[in-house]
């Protein structure tokens, strides 16, 4: 048996003749709290719809709970929890009315967890959706997508239209569901500080291919920041392999760089007689270098 819930294996997905996804592969550990970062257009909703079946990949293959998700079985259908970016619940319906419907899917419904949250996210039973915000809709959808117990949920950017406060409810949520029992929880975002809260592991997605995959630390250690400080005026720009920017002002240079190693601080001190101070960033330093 595998160790991973979802296999992506080469996939490429174009839309009319513009490469989306490009070659890529993926595999997210069972268990896990999986953060797709990307930009706004990068492919993430594509990626996920393969995931689930919704599209089909010009080529590659993708496996999803051990099945393949153009051809899902209804047993593992009931596994999976989705929220989409817009969720369609039909408007005409009363909050607990949806709650009753969507109920009827499945054969097992774990109605205090839902009338928890029901209530910790202030939602009135009896309000139509059709009358709800655009944060009261995505909460409901969240609620919904977790009603059946699912073994691998997939939120597609799950807190855009939260306030803070759901959003923090939401991040808790999310670890408690992941200490209580084998779940796995897939979600894209753009919102690098909500991901830096939960996420223990990370795919970076760039120009249609997963730029990296891997546990935050180990990015965090790959992106460094160096502050380069010379006796003299810094003259000429730092460029080197791994150098992703460097801003220079006078004797001091500011460079951000990928592969960090201890040669790299021990050859600028040497070819600047200078100081060198490394520095962490945060995830959101990190993206932004990585897309520049």
């Not at 939401?170 to 690098?192: G, N, Q, Y």
Request: aromatic share 6%; net charge negative.
């Amino acid at each position: 048996m595998s160790d991973f819930i979802v296999e992506v294996k080469s996939v490429s997905k174009n839309f009319n003749g513009k490469s989306v996804l490009n070659d890529l592969s993926l595999n997210v550990p069972k268990g896990s709290v999986f953060g797709l970062l990307g930009k706004n257009g990068s492919g993430k909703t594509t990626l996920i719809k393969c995931l689930l079946g919704l599209l089909k990949p010009q080529k590659g293959e993708v496996v999803t709970i051990g099945d393949n998700p153009l051809k899902f079985k209804n047993g593992t259908k009931e596994k999976l929890g989705y929220v989409p970016q817009a969720d369609r619940i039909y408007p005409w319906l009363t909050v607990r009315q949806a709650i009753d419907y969507t109920e009827t899917f499945y054969t097992v419904w774990d109605a205090e967890l839902v009338n928890k949250l029901v209530s910790i996210w202030e939602l009135k039973e009896t309000d139509k959706v059709g009358m709800l915000s655009e944060g009261q809709v995505q909460k409901l959808s969240i609620i919904l997508s977790l009603g059946h117990r699912p073994e691998l949920l997939v939120f597609d950017e799950p807190v855009a239209s939260l306030d803070p406060a759901a959003r923090r409810q939401f991040i808790k949520m999310i670890l408690d569901l992941v200490a209580d029992r084998e779940c796995t929880i897939f979600f894209s975002t753009h919102i690098t500080t909500d991901l830096e809260r939960v996420a223990d592991r990370v795919a970076l997605l760039k120009d249609g291919k997963i730029d990296f995959c891997g546990g935050l630390d180990e990015l965090k250690d790959e992106v460094k920041r160096l502050r380069v400080t010379s006796k003299d005026p810094i003259k000429e720009s730092i460029e080197a392999e791994g150098v992703l920017s460097c801003e220079i002002l006078n004797n001091e240079a500011v460079i951000s760089v990928r592969g960090f190693n201890e040669g790299m601080k021990k050859q600028l001190e040497s070819k600047f007689n200078a100081e060198v101070q490394v520095e962490n960033l945060n995830l959101e330093e990190i993206f932004l270098e990585l897309n520049r």
